[in-house]
């Protein structure tokens, strides 16, 4: 008995009393409850998360039937839908990009870490957790993403928007992209001047047709040069990512790259570490590890400049045959290495949802370096 007299009410009324455990503030308050409906013995509800890749949906579940069997009663049949609608880094004077919610810069440091195969392999996870997913090839001489996603072959169709010519992604595995290596025949840019190559990247940020982006993924060049600066003075950015090997002479030079986003002039938030290569497994010995380039470098770095350590994804023949082949190890599901980019994807989403939701606290980028 009873049932009947439970109101809409009761049930927000315990669900003010579940927190969202990254934001701090209970889901009512937060607005992520919606189309709550009361039947014989049940109640229906959805809980709209920040990101589709939320690592803490179970959790989250779990707390909003807790709380509802503790508080309102402990028979009722909770059924809960769960959706999300991912936030959106605010700027100021956002005229670039606009329909793209987060814009997140990959970048290492040192050449050859792995910012294509961590950029392609966090998008695919992206994806396959429900996000729109983009990604960006800004390394404008040596462009990797093509081969990636085996569309070296492909060339992007343009259409006329009010007047203008706008390029439309190659789209792959249900993720847009652009590269250098769609629009120029290969090795043609290896000739051009800093301004040129400057002036490409506004034009893959300014005239794509990227549409609504959850993410878009700009995987950058090795070093800390022109592009970079282009990059974070013509487009709104989320924040980076740092890639590293454990390797010494790899966190010397992420150091350097992390750097470059924390100056002040520049103020671009570092979401996060992810040590690629951590450690070395045999496909017939996967519970075996060797660290062949040292161990816990990537988290010691993450350590030392107070920032989040995102993942850590072994080095398997796996990763490099899948990446020369053309389709990234994570549109592979049941791979085990495809779960360490999908852990680390969804640890960089959380950053990206604490990020947006605590941005008040996070001056946004200004252009005047
Ligand atoms: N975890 C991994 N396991 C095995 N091979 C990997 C792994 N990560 C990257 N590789 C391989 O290492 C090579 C370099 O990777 P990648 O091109 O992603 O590095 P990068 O940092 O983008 O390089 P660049 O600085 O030239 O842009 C590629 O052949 C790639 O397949
Ligand atoms: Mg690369």
Known sequence: MGELRIKKEDILR?????????????????????????GVGEVRFTVVLTTPACPLKEQIRQSCEDAIHKLVDPELRVVIHMSADVTKTVFGNRTVLETVKNVIAIASGKGGVGKSTVTANLAVALKNAGAKVGILDADIYGPSIPVMFGAEEMQPTVTVVDGKNRINPIIQYGIKMISMGFLVPADSAMVWRGPMASQALRQMMGDVNWGELDYLLIDLPPGTGDIHLTLVQSAPVTGAVIVTTPQKVALADARKGMQMFLQPQINVPVLGVIENMAYFTPAELPENKYYLFGKGGGKWLAEHFDVPFLGEIPLVQGIREAGDEGRP?????????????????????????????????????EMTV
Not at 14 to 38: G, H
Not at 335 to 364: C, D, S
Request: aromatic share 2%; net charge negative; proline share 3%.
């Open 329 to 365: 190890i994570a549109t592979q599901t049941d791979e085990t290495t495809g779960e360490a980019f999908r852990t680390a994807a969804e640890a960089l989403a959380r950053r990206v949802a604490i990020r947006n939701a605590t941005q008040e606290r996070t001056k946004p980028v």
């Open 14 to 38: 315990a669900l003010s009393t579940v927190e969202e455990p990254d934001l701090k503030k209970d889901l009512v308050t937060l607005e992520m409850i919606k189309d709550v409906e009361l």
